[in-house]
């Protein structure tokens, strides 16, 4: 597997929560070589089911969860060709202006973010955030064209080509959470030359980022042995508590906390080390805020893990990380899976 392109693709494609339809597609023909089956369930979740050589369904299973929704735009309305919009999931409104955008109205529009310029403003607001209000959205056609193309409610997403950089590091928009969707095809890929005993299911989940709903649905659906949530959390980077950051290029982030099942964190730990892959523990003491949340309080409770890719400029157009901490992860989790069995079951018991 290019890990390069696949993330690229994932990237570059759209999908804002709720309407994850084009990444959904993509991420569905990526899953289908690496598992025996793929299905799509009513809220949109992408569920792929590689069987283990015991469990077939029915013994214990290992789900893997990342999300593929992006934070976006939405319009709310159209004033003489110029277009109104909101928020869809927690954008930073300090870095909408002067972006590219495409408007998907009755046809995709390109267009960009703008304001007043700084010249004509009163002096007090110069050096002050423009409110997301007053921002505007232009796509250079006459006012009844925008009136006829668009209307409240059509999506608007960011426009930003995948960037390589040097030292396998790259950026680009979406990376919360394509990454870890690229995660978790890496997996299935190194599964191909390996032996599990459990089943292990693939889910790309929708809405992550208005509340975590897909993955509170596929768990609750699938009711898994254990659930993995595979997520970004924060790189380091100048300007940032270093207790709060992990290292880009280090290797992925093994969380250790309350929202994490102890003898989870210890299997993966010791899997690193075995199979000597660079990692970090990321110490997390309340509610991720991840897929893991939502997995763990799922029916009876699931017992369940969280491994994270270091990511810098977290929720921006330039998101940026590391292509080895997405192959490490990657080959830590076939790792995990196959060594899953009955003892390991008994661990999982909280007595």
Known sequence: MDVKATLQQLSEAHGVSGYEDEVRTLIAEQMRPLTDEVRTDALGNVIGLRRGEVAQGKGPSV????????????????????????????FDDRVLLG?????????????????????VLPPATREKVIPLEDLLIDVGL????????????DLITIRRPFIELKNELVAGKAFDDRACVAVIL???????GMRH????YAVATVQEEVGLKGAMTSTFAITPTVGIALDVTFGNQPGVNEAETMEVGKGPAIALGPNIHPAIFERLEETAKAQEIPYQVDPIPAASGTDAWAMQVTRAGIPTGL??????NMHTSVETLSLRDIRRA??????????LDDTFLEALKME
């Open 99 to 119: 972006q590219e955008v495409v408007v998907h109205g009755r046809r995709p529009l390109p267009g960009v973010i703008g304001h007043r310029p700084p010249h």
């Open 307 to 312: 491994v994270s890719i270091p990511l810098r």
């Open 63 to 90: 789900m893997l969860a990342a999300h593929m929704d992006e934070i976006g735009l939405i319009v709310t309305g159209v004033e003489k060709g110029f277009i109104r919009f909101t928020t869809v999931g927690g």
């Open 186 to 192: 890496a997996c299935l890929e190194n599964l191909q």
């Open 142 to 153: 006459p006012a009844e064209e925008v009136a006829s193309l668009v209307r409240p409610g």
């Open 197 to 200: 005993a459990w089943d292990v």
């Open 330 to 339: 990657g080959r830590l989790l076939a790792h995990f899976i196959a060594s």
